[in-house]
Protein backbone atom coordinates (compact mmCIF):
# COMPACT_ATOMS: atom_id res chain seq x y z
CA UNK A 1 0.00 0.00 0.00
CA UNK A 2 1.20 2.75 -1.37
CA UNK A 3 1.43 6.58 0.50
CA UNK A 4 -0.83 7.97 -1.61
CA UNK A 5 -3.51 5.11 -0.86
CA UNK A 6 -3.34 6.01 2.31
CA UNK A 7 -3.96 9.57 1.46
CA UNK A 8 -6.71 8.70 -0.57
CA UNK A 9 -8.69 6.40 2.19
CA UNK A 10 -7.63 9.55 4.84
CA UNK A 11 -9.21 11.71 2.78
CA UNK A 12 -12.16 9.26 2.28
CA UNK A 13 -12.59 8.71 5.75
CA UNK A 14 -12.29 12.44 7.02
CA UNK A 15 -14.91 13.41 4.49
CA UNK A 16 -17.31 10.93 5.85
CA UNK A 17 -16.98 12.19 9.59
CA UNK A 18 -17.41 15.81 8.02
CA UNK A 19 -20.59 14.16 6.68
CA UNK A 20 -21.91 12.44 9.09
CA UNK A 21 -21.04 14.88 11.64
CA UNK A 22 -22.78 18.10 9.51
CA UNK A 23 -25.75 15.81 8.99
CA UNK A 24 -25.88 14.99 12.51
CA UNK A 25 -25.40 19.14 13.41
CA UNK A 26 -28.45 19.58 11.00
CA UNK A 27 -30.83 17.09 12.27
CA UNK A 28 -30.15 18.60 16.17
CA UNK A 29 -31.09 22.04 14.87
CA UNK A 30 -34.32 21.00 12.99
CA UNK A 31 -34.84 19.23 15.80
CA UNK A 32 -34.18 22.07 18.58
CA UNK A 33 -36.28 24.67 15.94
CA UNK A 34 -39.28 22.36 16.22
CA UNK A 35 -38.75 21.66 20.34
CA UNK A 36 -41.53 18.98 21.44
CA UNK A 37 -43.69 19.44 18.03
CA UNK A 38 -42.33 16.42 16.58
CA UNK A 39 -42.46 13.21 18.97
CA UNK A 40 -45.70 15.36 20.15
CA UNK A 41 -46.84 15.34 15.89
CA UNK A 42 -45.70 11.73 15.94
CA UNK A 43 -47.89 10.69 18.86
CA UNK A 44 -51.29 12.30 18.10
CA UNK A 45 -51.96 12.52 14.27
CA UNK A 46 -50.91 8.59 13.73
CA UNK A 47 -54.52 7.12 13.89
CA UNK A 48 -54.66 5.39 10.47
CA UNK A 49 -51.70 3.88 8.62
CA UNK A 50 -52.17 6.61 6.04
CA UNK A 51 -51.24 8.99 8.34
CA UNK A 52 -48.67 7.53 9.84
CA UNK A 53 -47.10 6.96 6.46
CA UNK A 54 -47.26 10.70 5.30
CA UNK A 55 -46.05 11.64 8.61
CA UNK A 56 -43.32 9.54 8.46
CA UNK A 57 -42.33 10.83 5.49
CA UNK A 58 -42.12 14.39 6.48
CA UNK A 59 -40.93 13.92 9.88
CA UNK A 60 -37.85 11.90 8.51
CA UNK A 61 -37.43 14.39 5.57
CA UNK A 62 -36.72 16.89 8.32
CA UNK A 63 -34.73 15.27 10.41
CA UNK A 64 -32.71 13.34 7.84
CA UNK A 65 -32.64 9.81 9.72
CA UNK A 66 -35.41 7.22 9.28
CA UNK A 67 -33.52 5.45 12.56
CA UNK A 68 -34.11 8.70 14.77
CA UNK A 69 -37.87 8.42 13.62
CA UNK A 70 -38.17 4.25 14.08
CA UNK A 71 -35.88 5.08 17.65
CA UNK A 72 -38.48 7.54 18.84
CA UNK A 73 -41.58 4.90 17.94
CA UNK A 74 -39.93 2.15 19.62
CA UNK A 75 -40.31 4.02 22.40
CA UNK A 76 -43.54 5.29 21.94
CA UNK A 77 -44.49 1.21 21.08
CA UNK A 78 -42.78 0.00 23.80
CA UNK A 79 -44.42 2.61 26.69
CA UNK A 80 -47.91 2.13 25.49
CA UNK A 81 -48.36 5.66 23.44
CA UNK A 82 -48.90 4.07 20.51
CA UNK A 83 -50.04 0.97 18.60
CA UNK A 84 -48.04 -1.54 16.78
CA UNK A 85 -50.29 -1.19 13.83
CA UNK A 86 -49.88 2.88 14.21
CA UNK A 87 -45.78 2.27 13.97
CA UNK A 88 -46.28 0.39 11.13
CA UNK A 89 -47.45 3.46 8.95
CA UNK A 90 -44.71 5.75 10.18
CA UNK A 91 -41.90 3.20 9.94
CA UNK A 92 -42.72 2.67 6.37
CA UNK A 93 -42.63 7.08 5.63
CA UNK A 94 -39.34 7.06 7.37
CA UNK A 95 -37.88 4.69 4.59
CA UNK A 96 -39.12 7.32 1.99
CA UNK A 97 -38.24 10.76 4.33
CA UNK A 98 -34.52 9.28 4.35
CA UNK A 99 -34.27 9.30 0.72
CA UNK A 100 -34.46 13.39 0.36
CA UNK A 101 -31.03 13.60 1.87
CA UNK A 102 -29.76 12.16 -1.05
CA UNK A 103 -31.59 15.35 -2.98
CA UNK A 104 -29.69 17.53 -0.58
CA UNK A 105 -26.62 15.71 -1.02
CA UNK A 106 -27.27 16.63 -4.99
CA UNK A 107 -26.09 20.15 -4.26
CA UNK A 108 -22.82 19.74 -3.90
CA UNK A 109 -22.35 18.82 -7.33
CA UNK A 110 -23.75 21.97 -8.38
CA UNK A 111 -20.70 24.15 -10.22
CA UNK A 112 -20.61 27.20 -11.50
CA UNK A 113 -17.53 27.70 -14.06
CA UNK A 114 -17.43 31.48 -14.76
CA UNK A 115 -19.33 34.77 -14.00
CA UNK A 116 -22.65 35.18 -12.84
CA UNK A 117 -22.77 31.16 -12.82
CA UNK A 118 -19.92 30.69 -10.32
CA UNK A 119 -22.30 31.97 -7.16
CA UNK A 120 -24.48 28.67 -7.63
CA UNK A 121 -21.10 26.83 -7.54
CA UNK A 122 -21.02 24.64 -4.40
CA UNK A 123 -18.34 26.52 -3.04
CA UNK A 124 -20.00 29.88 -2.60
CA UNK A 125 -23.50 28.08 -1.37
CA UNK A 126 -22.13 26.32 1.48
CA UNK A 127 -19.33 29.84 2.33
CA UNK A 128 -23.06 32.08 2.25
CA UNK A 129 -24.40 29.77 4.35
CA UNK A 130 -21.60 29.05 6.97
CA UNK A 131 -21.37 32.75 7.59
CA UNK A 132 -24.80 32.78 7.97
CA UNK A 133 -24.33 30.05 10.37
CA UNK A 134 -21.78 31.57 12.22
CA UNK A 135 -23.24 34.86 12.69
CA UNK A 136 -26.56 33.37 14.02
CA UNK A 137 -24.84 31.30 16.05
CA UNK A 138 -22.39 33.41 17.91
CA UNK A 139 -24.12 36.88 17.96
CA UNK A 140 -27.60 36.33 18.42
CA UNK A 141 -29.05 35.37 21.67
CA UNK A 142 -32.38 33.44 20.94
CA UNK A 143 -32.45 29.82 21.41
CA UNK A 144 -34.11 29.60 18.04
CA UNK A 145 -31.37 31.60 16.59
CA UNK A 146 -28.50 29.66 17.80
CA UNK A 147 -30.31 26.18 16.62
CA UNK A 148 -31.25 27.36 12.80
CA UNK A 149 -27.11 28.61 13.13
CA UNK A 150 -26.75 24.77 14.09
CA UNK A 151 -28.76 23.83 10.62
CA UNK A 152 -26.45 26.33 8.73
CA UNK A 153 -23.36 25.07 9.81
CA UNK A 154 -24.65 21.35 9.44
CA UNK A 155 -25.51 22.09 5.88
CA UNK A 156 -22.50 23.72 5.31
CA UNK A 157 -19.68 20.97 6.60
CA UNK A 158 -22.15 17.86 4.84
CA UNK A 159 -21.39 19.43 1.74
CA UNK A 160 -17.79 19.90 2.54
CA UNK A 161 -17.81 16.63 3.22
CA UNK A 162 -19.09 15.04 -0.21
CA UNK A 163 -16.64 17.50 -1.84
CA UNK A 164 -14.17 15.77 0.46
CA UNK A 165 -15.30 12.07 -0.47
CA UNK A 166 -15.83 12.75 -4.09
CA UNK A 167 -12.50 14.66 -4.19
CA UNK A 168 -11.00 11.79 -2.67
CA UNK A 169 -11.91 8.69 -4.87
CA UNK A 170 -12.12 10.89 -8.26
CA UNK A 171 -8.67 9.77 -9.07
CA UNK A 172 -9.66 5.89 -8.75
CA UNK A 173 -11.97 6.34 -11.80
CA UNK A 174 -8.01 5.55 -13.19
CA UNK A 175 -7.48 2.25 -11.23
CA UNK A 176 -8.44 -0.49 -12.68
CA UNK A 177 -8.73 -2.79 -9.64
CA UNK A 178 -11.38 -0.17 -8.58
CA UNK A 179 -13.06 -0.51 -11.38
CA UNK A 180 -13.40 -4.29 -10.79
CA UNK A 181 -14.64 -4.53 -7.99
CA UNK A 182 -17.00 -2.02 -8.48
CA UNK A 183 -17.99 -4.68 -11.43
CA UNK A 184 -18.23 -7.16 -9.04
CA UNK A 185 -21.26 -5.50 -7.44
CA UNK A 186 -23.43 -5.91 -10.89
CA UNK A 187 -23.99 -9.41 -8.81
CA UNK A 188 -27.15 -8.79 -7.03
CA UNK A 189 -25.78 -11.07 -4.04
CA UNK A 190 -22.42 -9.25 -3.76
CA UNK A 191 -24.38 -6.01 -4.25
CA UNK A 192 -26.52 -6.63 -1.79
CA UNK A 193 -24.59 -7.34 0.83
CA UNK A 194 -21.98 -4.64 0.84
CA UNK A 195 -24.80 -1.93 0.90
CA UNK A 196 -26.06 -3.74 4.56
CA UNK A 197 -22.01 -3.93 5.23
CA UNK A 198 -21.82 0.02 4.40
CA UNK A 199 -24.55 1.01 6.08
CA UNK A 200 -23.68 -1.39 9.58
CA UNK A 201 -20.58 0.37 9.78
CA UNK A 202 -21.77 3.75 9.02
CA UNK A 203 -25.46 3.24 11.24
CA UNK A 204 -26.74 5.68 8.51
CA UNK A 205 -28.95 5.10 5.68
CA UNK A 206 -28.32 8.46 4.28
CA UNK A 207 -24.89 8.65 4.72
CA UNK A 208 -24.37 5.12 2.88
CA UNK A 209 -26.29 6.66 -0.24
CA UNK A 210 -23.48 9.62 0.03
CA UNK A 211 -20.85 7.59 -0.35
CA UNK A 212 -22.48 5.87 -3.12
CA UNK A 213 -23.13 8.97 -4.90
CA UNK A 214 -19.73 10.07 -4.31
CA UNK A 215 -17.99 6.71 -5.60
CA UNK A 216 -20.33 7.62 -8.40
CA UNK A 217 -17.96 10.27 -9.90
CA UNK A 218 -15.43 7.98 -10.90
CA UNK A 219 -17.67 6.77 -13.54
CA UNK A 220 -17.88 3.19 -12.39
CA UNK A 221 -21.04 2.68 -10.97
CA UNK A 222 -23.58 1.28 -13.04
CA UNK A 223 -27.37 0.92 -12.73
CA UNK A 224 -26.59 -2.78 -12.04
CA UNK A 225 -24.69 -2.34 -9.09
CA UNK A 226 -26.39 0.72 -7.92
CA UNK A 227 -29.95 -0.90 -7.61
CA UNK A 228 -28.53 -4.18 -5.15
CA UNK A 229 -26.32 -1.72 -3.19
CA UNK A 230 -29.38 0.79 -2.58
CA UNK A 231 -31.68 -2.52 -1.57
CA UNK A 232 -28.54 -3.75 0.58
CA UNK A 233 -28.46 -0.55 1.88
CA UNK A 234 -32.09 -0.62 3.39
CA UNK A 235 -31.53 -3.30 5.34
CA UNK A 236 -28.52 -2.15 7.06
CA UNK A 237 -30.44 0.54 8.06
CA UNK A 238 -32.01 -1.34 10.76
CA UNK A 239 -28.77 -1.96 12.58
CA UNK A 240 -29.39 1.38 14.93
CA UNK A 241 -33.22 0.54 15.60
CA UNK A 242 -32.51 -3.31 16.33
CA UNK A 243 -29.60 -2.00 19.13
CA UNK A 244 -32.18 0.36 20.01
CA UNK A 245 -34.59 -2.12 21.11
CA UNK A 246 -32.41 -3.76 23.72
CA UNK A 247 -34.17 -3.51 26.43
CA UNK A 248 -37.27 -2.71 25.98
CA UNK A 249 -40.47 -4.82 26.17
CA UNK A 250 -41.80 -7.22 24.01
CA UNK A 251 -43.81 -4.53 21.71
CA UNK A 252 -40.54 -2.53 21.55
CA UNK A 253 -38.52 -5.84 19.92
CA UNK A 254 -41.72 -5.93 17.43
CA UNK A 255 -41.54 -2.09 16.45
CA UNK A 256 -37.50 -2.57 15.85
CA UNK A 257 -38.36 -6.51 13.84
CA UNK A 258 -41.35 -3.94 11.52
CA UNK A 259 -38.35 -1.74 10.17
CA UNK A 260 -36.17 -4.85 9.47
CA UNK A 261 -39.15 -6.98 7.76
CA UNK A 262 -40.47 -3.79 5.48
CA UNK A 263 -36.60 -3.31 4.41
CA UNK A 264 -36.51 -7.38 3.52
CA UNK A 265 -39.49 -7.38 2.46
CA UNK A 266 -38.54 -4.15 0.00
CA UNK A 267 -35.40 -6.09 -0.96
CA UNK A 268 -37.38 -9.37 -2.35
CA UNK A 269 -40.06 -7.51 -3.85
CA UNK A 270 -37.54 -5.51 -5.86
CA UNK A 271 -35.27 -8.73 -6.32
CA UNK A 272 -38.09 -10.43 -7.76
CA UNK A 273 -40.07 -7.97 -9.92
CA UNK A 274 -37.18 -6.71 -11.45
CA UNK A 275 -34.74 -9.30 -11.87
CA UNK A 276 -37.48 -11.39 -13.03
CA UNK A 277 -39.00 -8.83 -15.75
CA UNK A 278 -35.29 -8.77 -16.63
CA UNK A 279 -34.88 -12.03 -17.60
CA UNK A 280 -37.68 -11.79 -19.96
CA UNK A 281 -37.47 -7.65 -21.72
CA UNK A 282 -33.74 -8.02 -21.17
CA UNK A 283 -32.90 -3.94 -19.67
CA UNK A 284 -31.09 -2.14 -21.90
CA UNK A 285 -29.90 0.18 -19.39
CA UNK A 286 -28.48 -1.62 -16.89
CA UNK A 287 -24.74 -0.90 -18.42
CA UNK A 288 -25.66 2.71 -17.91
CA UNK A 289 -23.31 5.10 -16.13
CA UNK A 290 -24.63 6.71 -12.40
CA UNK A 291 -23.92 10.04 -11.47
CA UNK A 292 -25.08 11.65 -7.82
CA UNK A 293 -28.30 12.45 -9.20
CA UNK A 294 -29.45 9.34 -10.80
CA UNK A 295 -28.60 7.15 -7.74
CA UNK A 296 -31.14 10.12 -5.84
CA UNK A 297 -33.52 9.54 -7.79
CA UNK A 298 -33.09 5.54 -8.04
CA UNK A 299 -33.18 5.85 -4.32
CA UNK A 300 -36.26 7.57 -3.89
CA UNK A 301 -38.08 5.89 -6.65
CA UNK A 302 -37.08 2.46 -5.11
CA UNK A 303 -38.46 3.17 -1.91
CA UNK A 304 -41.59 4.80 -2.52
CA UNK A 305 -42.48 2.21 -4.87
CA UNK A 306 -41.61 -0.64 -2.37
CA UNK A 307 -43.58 1.10 0.47
CA UNK A 308 -46.21 1.93 -1.51
CA UNK A 309 -47.05 -1.90 -2.51
CA UNK A 310 -46.56 -2.61 1.51
CA UNK A 311 -48.67 -0.08 3.00
CA UNK A 312 -52.08 -2.67 2.16
CA UNK A 313 -50.44 -5.28 4.28
CA UNK A 314 -50.15 -3.68 7.61
CA UNK A 315 -51.96 -5.74 9.72
CA UNK A 316 -49.92 -8.64 7.65
CA UNK A 317 -46.76 -7.25 8.63
CA UNK A 318 -47.88 -6.84 12.61
CA UNK A 319 -49.65 -10.19 12.90
CA UNK A 320 -45.88 -11.60 10.98
CA UNK A 321 -43.88 -9.86 14.05
CA UNK A 322 -46.36 -10.61 16.86
CA UNK A 323 -46.18 -14.32 15.48
CA UNK A 324 -41.95 -13.93 15.39
CA UNK A 325 -41.83 -12.35 18.77
CA UNK A 326 -44.70 -14.01 21.07
CA UNK A 327 -46.17 -12.53 24.45
CA UNK A 328 -44.42 -13.64 27.45
CA UNK A 329 -46.50 -15.03 29.80
CA UNK A 330 -46.95 -11.91 31.97
CA UNK A 331 -47.66 -9.38 28.95
CA UNK A 332 -51.60 -10.05 29.63
CA UNK A 333 -52.17 -9.03 32.99
CA UNK A 334 -48.94 -6.71 33.37
CA UNK A 335 -48.51 -5.55 29.84
CA UNK A 336 -45.22 -4.16 30.42
CA UNK A 337 -46.26 -1.64 32.49
CA UNK A 338 -42.46 -1.41 34.15
CA UNK A 339 -41.58 -0.54 30.81
CA UNK A 340 -43.58 2.42 30.40
CA UNK A 341 -40.98 4.75 32.02
CA UNK A 342 -39.05 5.50 29.41
CA UNK A 343 -35.96 8.72 30.24
CA UNK A 344 -36.81 9.80 26.41
CA UNK A 345 -40.06 11.09 27.98
CA UNK A 346 -38.41 13.43 30.50
CA UNK A 347 -38.20 16.00 28.05
CA UNK A 348 -42.01 16.14 27.61
CA UNK A 349 -43.33 16.78 31.40
CA UNK A 350 -46.99 15.42 29.81
CA UNK A 351 -46.01 12.54 27.92
CA UNK A 352 -44.18 11.64 31.17
CA UNK A 353 -46.94 12.20 33.85
CA UNK A 354 -49.63 10.26 31.75
CA UNK A 355 -47.13 7.62 31.92
CA UNK A 356 -46.86 7.90 35.21
CA UNK A 357 -50.58 7.90 35.61
CA UNK A 358 -50.96 4.80 33.67
CA UNK A 359 -48.04 3.14 35.17
CA UNK A 360 -49.59 3.80 39.04
CA UNK A 361 -53.18 2.65 37.65
CA UNK A 362 -51.27 -1.21 36.95
CA UNK A 363 -49.65 -1.01 40.20
CA UNK A 364 -53.23 0.05 42.18
CA UNK A 365 -54.25 -2.99 40.02
CA UNK A 366 -52.08 -5.22 41.47
CA UNK A 367 -52.75 -3.86 44.21
CA UNK A 368 -56.29 -4.53 44.59
CA UNK A 369 -56.00 -7.75 43.07
CA UNK A 370 -53.37 -9.15 45.82
CA UNK A 371 -56.06 -7.74 48.71
CA UNK A 372 -58.91 -10.13 46.81
CA UNK A 373 -56.34 -13.00 46.49
CA UNK A 374 -55.17 -12.79 50.34
CA UNK A 375 -58.89 -12.36 51.36
CA UNK A 376 -59.84 -15.56 49.45
CA UNK A 377 -56.78 -17.68 50.83
CA UNK A 378 -58.88 -16.64 54.37
CA UNK A 379 -61.55 -19.19 52.86
CA UNK A 380 -59.86 -21.53 51.18
CA UNK A 381 -56.23 -21.58 51.18
CA UNK A 382 -54.29 -22.94 48.22
CA UNK A 383 -50.32 -22.35 47.80
CA UNK A 384 -50.52 -21.48 44.53
CA UNK A 385 -52.43 -18.57 44.87
CA UNK A 386 -50.29 -17.51 48.04
CA UNK A 387 -47.32 -17.98 45.93
CA UNK A 388 -48.83 -15.92 43.01
CA UNK A 389 -49.51 -12.89 46.15
CA UNK A 390 -45.54 -12.96 46.91
CA UNK A 391 -44.77 -12.69 43.02
CA UNK A 392 -47.14 -9.86 42.86
CA UNK A 393 -46.02 -8.11 46.13
CA UNK A 394 -42.29 -8.11 44.46
CA UNK A 395 -43.77 -6.60 41.42
CA UNK A 396 -45.60 -3.59 43.40
CA UNK A 397 -42.13 -2.92 45.09
CA UNK A 398 -40.49 -2.70 41.84
CA UNK A 399 -43.05 -0.22 40.94
CA UNK A 400 -42.63 1.74 44.11
CA UNK A 401 -38.90 1.98 43.00
CA UNK A 402 -39.22 2.64 39.58
CA UNK A 403 -42.39 5.36 40.07
CA UNK A 404 -39.77 6.88 42.76
CA UNK A 405 -36.89 7.37 40.85
CA UNK A 406 -38.86 8.58 37.50
CA UNK A 407 -40.62 11.12 39.10
CA UNK A 408 -37.53 12.54 41.18
CA UNK A 409 -35.82 13.32 38.04
CA UNK A 410 -39.41 14.98 36.52
CA UNK A 411 -39.19 17.23 39.27
CA UNK A 412 -34.98 18.16 38.38
CA UNK A 413 -36.89 19.84 35.19
CA UNK A 414 -39.06 22.49 34.13
CA UNK A 415 -42.40 21.58 35.18
CA UNK A 416 -45.52 24.27 35.79
CA UNK A 417 -47.47 24.24 38.44
CA UNK A 418 -50.24 22.03 37.78
CA UNK A 419 -47.08 19.64 36.38
CA UNK A 420 -45.43 20.10 39.87
CA UNK A 421 -48.74 19.76 41.83
CA UNK A 422 -49.95 16.22 39.65
CA UNK A 423 -45.90 15.07 40.56
CA UNK A 424 -46.60 15.72 44.08
CA UNK A 425 -50.03 14.01 44.37
CA UNK A 426 -48.32 10.44 42.69
CA UNK A 427 -45.22 11.34 45.38
CA UNK A 428 -47.55 11.05 48.13
CA UNK A 429 -49.95 8.50 46.80
CA UNK A 430 -47.05 5.99 45.80
CA UNK A 431 -46.07 4.49 49.80
CA UNK A 432 -49.33 4.25 50.32
CA UNK A 433 -50.65 2.17 47.70
CA UNK A 434 -46.98 0.14 48.25
CA UNK A 435 -48.35 -0.67 52.41
CA UNK A 436 -51.57 -1.53 51.36
CA UNK A 437 -49.47 -4.39 49.47
CA UNK A 438 -47.52 -5.24 52.47
CA UNK A 439 -50.51 -5.07 54.48
CA UNK A 440 -52.70 -7.67 51.81
CA UNK A 441 -49.29 -10.29 51.50
CA UNK A 442 -49.21 -10.37 55.76
CA UNK A 443 -52.76 -11.16 55.68
CA UNK A 444 -52.02 -13.91 53.18
CA UNK A 445 -49.12 -15.16 55.57
CA UNK A 446 -52.00 -15.43 58.58
CA UNK A 447 -54.02 -17.30 56.16
CA UNK A 448 -51.03 -19.84 55.53
CA UNK A 449 -50.35 -19.99 59.16
CA UNK A 450 -53.74 -20.88 59.82
CA UNK A 451 -53.99 -23.12 57.19
CA UNK A 452 -50.04 -24.92 58.51
CA UNK A 453 -51.70 -25.16 61.59
CA UNK A 454 -55.40 -26.37 61.12
CA UNK A 455 -57.26 -23.78 62.83
CA UNK A 456 -59.86 -21.87 61.69
CA UNK A 457 -62.20 -19.40 63.39
CA UNK A 458 -65.67 -19.62 64.73
CA UNK A 459 -68.33 -19.05 62.90
CA UNK A 460 -69.54 -15.50 64.45
CA UNK A 461 -65.86 -14.16 64.37
CA UNK A 462 -65.60 -15.29 60.47
CA UNK A 463 -69.40 -13.52 60.04
CA UNK A 464 -67.67 -10.24 61.57
CA UNK A 465 -64.31 -10.18 59.73
CA UNK A 466 -66.55 -11.05 56.04
CA UNK A 467 -68.58 -7.79 57.44
CA UNK A 468 -64.75 -5.91 57.40
CA UNK A 469 -63.21 -7.62 54.42
CA UNK A 470 -66.88 -6.06 52.35
CA UNK A 471 -66.10 -2.49 53.73
CA UNK A 472 -62.98 -2.76 52.65
CA UNK A 473 -63.21 -4.30 49.41
CA UNK A 474 -65.69 -0.91 48.53
CA UNK A 475 -63.13 1.58 50.38
CA UNK A 476 -60.68 -0.06 48.10
CA UNK A 477 -63.02 -0.11 44.76
CA UNK A 478 -63.56 3.80 45.24
CA UNK A 479 -59.99 4.73 46.03
CA UNK A 480 -59.23 2.84 42.60
CA UNK A 481 -61.54 4.39 40.85
CA UNK A 482 -60.80 8.05 41.78
CA UNK A 483 -57.79 7.78 41.60
CA UNK A 484 -57.29 6.48 37.92
CA UNK A 485 -60.40 8.81 37.30
CA UNK A 486 -59.65 12.01 39.42
CA UNK A 487 -62.98 11.98 40.19
CA UNK A 488 -63.01 14.14 43.70
CA UNK A 489 -67.31 13.19 44.37
CA UNK A 490 -66.04 9.44 44.65
CA UNK A 491 -62.76 10.32 46.54
CA UNK A 492 -65.31 12.66 49.22
CA UNK A 493 -67.59 8.98 49.70
CA UNK A 494 -63.86 7.40 51.11
CA UNK A 495 -63.26 9.28 54.56
CA UNK A 496 -66.78 8.74 55.57
CA UNK A 497 -66.22 4.71 54.96
CA UNK A 498 -62.68 4.74 56.48
CA UNK A 499 -64.45 6.36 59.67
CA UNK A 500 -67.23 3.61 59.51
CA UNK A 501 -64.36 0.87 59.03
CA UNK A 502 -62.64 2.30 62.19
CA UNK A 503 -65.57 1.76 64.41
CA UNK A 504 -66.44 -1.63 62.89
CA UNK A 505 -62.90 -2.64 63.68
CA UNK A 506 -63.02 -1.33 67.45
CA UNK A 507 -66.59 -3.24 67.54
CA UNK A 508 -65.04 -6.71 66.30
CA UNK A 509 -62.53 -6.49 68.81
CA UNK A 510 -65.23 -6.06 71.50
CA UNK A 511 -66.85 -9.02 70.21
CA UNK A 512 -64.25 -10.84 69.83
CA UNK A 513 -62.86 -9.86 73.32
CA UNK A 514 -66.30 -11.04 75.05
CA UNK A 515 -66.47 -14.49 73.27
CA UNK A 516 -63.07 -15.65 74.67
CA UNK A 517 -63.71 -14.79 78.42
CA UNK A 518 -63.54 -17.84 80.38
CA UNK A 519 -62.17 -19.95 78.16
CA UNK A 520 -58.26 -20.63 77.57
CA UNK A 521 -58.79 -22.07 74.00
CA UNK A 522 -58.44 -20.04 70.83
CA UNK A 523 -56.32 -17.28 72.50
CA UNK A 524 -53.62 -18.33 69.47
CA UNK A 525 -56.75 -17.78 66.90
CA UNK A 526 -57.11 -14.53 68.47
CA UNK A 527 -53.77 -13.07 67.76
CA UNK A 528 -54.48 -13.63 64.59
CA UNK A 529 -57.57 -12.49 64.18
CA UNK A 530 -56.59 -9.49 65.80
CA UNK A 531 -53.76 -9.03 63.20
CA UNK A 532 -55.79 -9.55 60.78
CA UNK A 533 -58.48 -6.86 61.68
CA UNK A 534 -55.27 -4.42 62.38
CA UNK A 535 -54.14 -5.35 59.14
CA UNK A 536 -57.70 -4.29 57.38
CA UNK A 537 -58.04 -0.93 59.38
CA UNK A 538 -54.81 0.36 58.51
CA UNK A 539 -55.93 -0.84 54.55
CA UNK A 540 -58.80 1.79 54.97
CA UNK A 541 -56.74 4.38 56.63
CA UNK A 542 -54.34 4.32 53.61
CA UNK A 543 -57.54 4.31 51.48
CA UNK A 544 -58.30 8.01 53.21
CA UNK A 545 -55.15 9.77 52.36
CA UNK A 546 -55.08 8.69 48.89
CA UNK A 547 -58.42 10.31 49.28
CA UNK A 548 -57.40 13.24 50.29
CA UNK A 549 -54.06 14.12 48.09
CA UNK A 550 -56.69 13.91 45.30
CA UNK A 551 -59.23 16.16 46.63
CA UNK A 552 -56.51 18.52 47.86
CA UNK A 553 -54.51 18.69 44.63
CA UNK A 554 -56.46 21.54 43.05
CA UNK A 555 -55.52 23.39 45.97
CA UNK A 556 -51.77 22.95 46.44
CA UNK A 557 -52.69 21.45 49.93
CA UNK A 558 -51.90 17.98 51.19
CA UNK A 559 -52.53 18.58 54.59
CA UNK A 560 -54.23 15.54 55.67
CA UNK A 561 -55.55 15.96 59.09
CA UNK A 562 -56.29 19.52 58.14
CA UNK A 563 -58.69 18.07 55.27
CA UNK A 564 -60.81 15.52 57.76
CA UNK A 565 -60.79 17.97 60.59
CA UNK A 566 -62.43 20.64 58.15
CA UNK A 567 -64.53 18.24 56.56
CA UNK A 568 -65.77 16.76 59.89
CA UNK A 569 -67.28 20.44 60.88
CA UNK A 570 -68.06 21.42 57.19
CA UNK A 571 -72.07 21.53 57.08
CA UNK A 572 -72.39 21.81 53.49
CA UNK A 573 -70.56 18.51 52.81
CA UNK A 574 -71.96 15.10 52.98
CA UNK A 575 -70.05 13.78 55.29
CA UNK A 576 -72.55 12.44 57.53
CA UNK A 577 -74.64 11.73 54.88
CA UNK A 578 -72.51 8.72 53.91
CA UNK A 579 -71.25 7.95 57.00
CA UNK A 580 -75.18 6.70 58.00
CA UNK A 581 -75.19 5.40 54.77
CA UNK A 582 -72.36 3.20 55.67
CA UNK A 583 -73.52 2.03 58.96
CA UNK A 584 -76.82 0.81 57.66
CA UNK A 585 -74.93 -1.33 54.97
CA UNK A 586 -71.87 -2.41 56.91
CA UNK A 587 -73.62 -3.96 60.67
CA UNK A 588 -72.86 -6.32 62.56
Known sequence: MGISTIVTVLTLLSGVALFLYGMQLMGEGLKQVAGNKLELILYKLTSTPLKGFLLGTVVTALIQSSGATTVMVVGFVNSGLMKLSQAIGIIMGANIGTSITGWIICLSYIDGQQGLASLLSTATI????????????????????????????????????????????????QSPAFTSLLTSFTNPVMGILFGILIT??????????????????????????????????????????????????????????????????????????FYGTNLVFHYPFLDTVMNPFSIAALNSMYRFAAMLLLLPFVKGIERLTKVLIPNREDDEEDSDTLDLLEDRFLNYPDLALAQCQRAMDSMAENVVKNLARAMDLLDHFDEKKFIKIQEKESRIDKYQDKLD??????????????????????????????????????????????????????????????????????????????????????????????????????????????????????????????????ELERIADHCSNIAVYIIETANNDLDVHDYVSRTKKDRRSRYKEYLTEYRQKYSI
Open 200 to 273: AVLQSASAACGVLQALSVTGGITFASAFPMLMGVGIGAATPVLLSAIGTGTNGKRTALVYLLNDLFAMLLGSVL
Open 126 to 173: SAVVAILGIVFRMFMKKDIFHATGNIMLGFAILMVGMQTMSGAVSPLS
Open 405 to 534: TYLMQMLKRELSNAQSTEVSKFLHCIPDFERIGDYSYEMAKVARDQYEKKQSFSGSAWKDLQVVMHAVTEIMDLTMDSFSTSDRLVAQRIEPLRVWISMLCTEVRHRRISRLKGTRSGIEEGFDYNELVN
